[in-house]
């Protein structure tokens, strides 16, 4: 792994790989790209990245998971191959694909010069049908057949959980051992090791082999002091005193067992929705006219406003300070 940026923290291994002086050296890199970690997260990033071991992340939707992800990439300079999971994801989307319409357009060229020549279309012609040439690389081929004198590229399985279990079991046979095959051309096996990052939100359990396969980390909501930071990195144009108002509001709104609490990215747009509107301080009419750019569920709405927004308001300046 190489980052061009740092200052230092960094030196290379016999084998030419680069080796990261420890948890603090990933929390300053991370927070150099523009995330704020805490001492759990840089310290697991940090063991995934020397063990090279796949990382799984869980934890509610909006505490930053992917974030994470991107965050590495613009660190390392490894490309992003984000894999967005779905139900019924199967290997056409995932792994490779022909491309049907060129295959066909070569085969109609081929048939014409050889009619035209007054012969047939040979053997040669359909081998070069199921040649590289025509192979469409998806995420997790792309991972495993990236060059070896680039950057590692940084694998995003985005919401596993979403995926169905066939599939999770296909992705733990490809982590084993980092190779796929393509039955027209072989196997590929990856000459680098990607850095893998899986995410999961939780809407169902993974399964136990792929936890086991994986270094694990829970992702919790920031506590009032880091997403102050965070809100200040993401948002300069925020009045701190507004940042940190709104920050504390969230805190306080995540406490009401709301069916979607709002995570971070709520926190900044909130932050910056309520500057938008001219405001330097968290007052009651700006907190309930954009209430919706933090909330987003009815029933959520309905109890924060049941709850008083005067008192959420009172509140939350009183937590800022």
């Not at 399985?157 to 046979?173: G, I, K, P, S, Y």
């Not at 909501?221 to 200040?232: G, R, S």
């Amino acid at each position: 792994m190489a980052d061009p940026a740092s200052g230092g923290g960094e030196g290379d291994a016999a084998d030419g790989r680069t080796v990261i002086a420890g948890p603090d050296a990933v929390r300053d890199a991370l927070r150099d790209h523009g995330y704020l970690a805490d001492e759990g997260l840089a310290t697991v990033v940090f063991l995934a990245l020397t063990l090279h071991r796949p990382l799984l992340l869980e934890g509610e939707a909006g505490v930053g998971k992917t974030e994470v992800a991107k965050v590495l990439s613009r660190w390392t300079g490894g490309e992003l191959l984000r894999l967005q999971c779905y139900e019924g994801i199967d290997a056409a989307q995932a792994v490779y694909e022909w491309d049907y319409a060129r295959q066909l357009l070569h085969l109609r060229t081929a048939e014409a010069r050889a009619a035209g020549g007054g012969g047939a279309v040979g053997p040669d012609v359909e081998d070069e049908l199921f040649s590289e040439r025509f192979l469409v690389r998806r995420p997790l081929l792309a991972a495993v057949t990236a060059p070896a004198d680039a950057p590692a590229p940084v694998l995003l399985v985005d919401e596993v959980d979403r995926a169905d279990d066939e599939f999770e079991a296909f992705l733990l046979e490809v982590l084993a051992d980092y190779s796929i095959t393509v039955p027209e051309l072989g196997t590929f096996t990856a000459a680098v090791p990607p850095v893998v990052v899986i995410t999961s939100n939780r809407t169902r359990d993974v399964h136990d082999a792929l936890k086991r396969r994986c270094f694990y980390h829970w992702v919790e909501h920031p506590d009032f002091d880091l997403e102050v930071q965070i809100v200040a990195l993401r948002a300069p144009s925020v009045a701190p005193a507004l940042g940190r108002q709104v920050a504390a509001a969230v805190e306080r709104v995540r406490e009401m067992g709301l069916y979607k609490a709002p995570g971070v990215a709520e926190t900044i747009d909130w932050a910056e929705a309520i500057a938008a509107l001219g405001r330097t301080a968290l007052d009651e009419e700006a907190v309930t006219r954009t209430l919706g750019v933090a909330v987003k569920y009815r029933e959520d709405v309905e109890r924060v406003l049941a709850g008083g927004v005067e008192e959420l308001t009172r509140a939350a300046v009183q937590r800022a300070g």
